[in-house]
């Protein structure tokens, strides 16, 4: 079978939508054996299972953007995760130290379907934090405050925080990243999740009374008032995750009463009530350690993403593991990516038309790498 396109046009998206999942398997799988390794399928720990199953690394966003660069002879990557992972593995693989070693060659990045964004990412465009950040100004000094953005973001706002002495974090080193920036600076300026911002500000010992929440739908100061923000340490912002805030306090309470012993374990980005309740609170990395590591019969709550939580069922069946919720909290823009985009857009890559290429513009990915890079050297 043949992939390249004769005429050199793209191939259209609608017919492989009718193709069932075995011949889509198939013709993936031949991408992969004759692009070898110069591909990478890169596959979020959020993604269906079918495409895990085709994914060459498993792992979260910065993870896996991280391993891709570390790859020599990588040159395209299909990143099955959100906007936001596939223009951080671009900024990172297409850094300029990579580029010297790969002698000027880019790494095509591409995003097997557009409309896979983050809810969360687009509760904080950049034209907002320029407006805050301005709006901050005219009642505290800006050169007091070390903007932080989760790497939940879009790369616009990782520059951002590269121009002004900022930062990005991940759900697992936030904390070290908010201590970094205490040692600089009186404040800081949390976006786009607050419930990450508060869960580790909280567990800092920072009041909750000093950490107002911005909210830039409303047209004064953020809807706070001048003291307010002056008595501040940590600004958050009016984010959240829409997975992670569907997991309640009485959901825990729960499956408390009707499992006995049995273990919670939330993700930071959930709402502080159920995180202070939790038996434990982790990135993604650590709840799969949590569970890897248990003794057998271990019963387990999880508040994270449904495909995560039931692959862990299916891998630890010596564990009793419960999704910490009565209704279906899954990430629809991650359940985008399927097989039929897969294939696609790799035969559209194979065939060298490739089409969803993620491009971070140079100016923004030399910022955000200066915001990344300070982050890596955060202890
Ligand atoms: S799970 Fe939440 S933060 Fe992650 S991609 Fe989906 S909406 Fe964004």
Same mark, same amino acid.
């Given at each position: 079978m043949s992939i390249a =396109?004769? =005429?050199g046009a793209t191939f259209e998206l609608a017919p492989y939508k009718s193709l069932d999942n075995e011949t889509l398997q198939a013709r993936i799988n031949l991408v992969r054996s004759q692009m070898g390794s110069s591909l990478m399928i890169l596959g979020h720990? @959020? !993604?269906q299972d079918e495409v895990i199953a085709l994914s060459d690394l498993r792992g979260d966003s @910065? !993870? /896996?953007s991280k391993m891709a660069a570390e790859s020599g002879d990588c040159r395209a990557i299909a990143f099955c995760g959100v906007h936001f992972m596939a223009e951080t593995a671009d900024i990172l693989v297409n850094q300029p130290s990579k580029l010297a070693e790969r002698g000027g060659q880019r790494v095509t990045v591409i995003l097997p379907d557009m409309a896979a964004g983050c809810s969360m990412a687009d509760m904080a465009a950049i034209e907002q934090v320029e407006g805050?950040?301005?709006e901050l100004g005219e009642v505290i000094d800006t050169s007091d405050i070390t903007p932080v953005t989760y790497i939940n973001s879009a790369a616009s706002l990782k520059a951002f925080c590269g121009k002004h002495g900022g930062i990005v974090c991940t759900s697992s080193n936030a904390?070290?990243? /908010?201590e970094w920036s205490f040692?600089? *600076?009186s404040r800081v300026l949390f976006f786009p999740d607050q419930h990450l911002g508060r869960n580790t500000a909280k567990a800092m010992g920072i009041p909750l009374e000093a950490m107002p929440v911005w909210d830039p739908i409303k047209d004064e100061l953020g809807g706070n008032t001048p003291e307010a923000l002056k008595n501040s340490k940590v600004l958050l912002w009016r984010g959240h995750c829409s997975v992670h805030q569907?997991? *309640?306090?009485?959901h825990v309470a729960m499956f408390r009463e009707k499992y006995p012993g049995i273990k919670i374990l939330v993700h930071p980005e959930c709402p502080m009530e159920v995180v202070d309740i939790a038996d434990i609170s982790g990135s993604t990395g650590k709840i799969i350690r949590e569970v890897e590591q248990a003794p057998p019969g271990t019963k387990w709550a999880i508040g994270t993403e449904l495909h995560l939580v039931n692959r862990l069922k299916q891998e630890h069946p010596e564990q009793e593991v419960h999704f910490l919720s009565p209704v279906v909290c899954m990430c629809a823009t991650m359940y985008?990516?399927?097989l039929a985009h897969l294939c696609w857009s790799l035969e559209n890559l194979a065939a060298g038309t490739p089409v969803n290429v993620i491009k971070v513009d140079e100016d923004v990915a030399k910022w955000s790498l200066v915001a990344l890079e300070r982050m890596l050297a955060v202890k």
């Open positions: =396109s004769p =005429s720990h @959020y !993604q @910065y !993870q /896996l805050a950040w301005e904390r070290a990243v /908010l040692k600089r *600076t569907m997991f *309640t306090a009485a985008r990516i399927d």
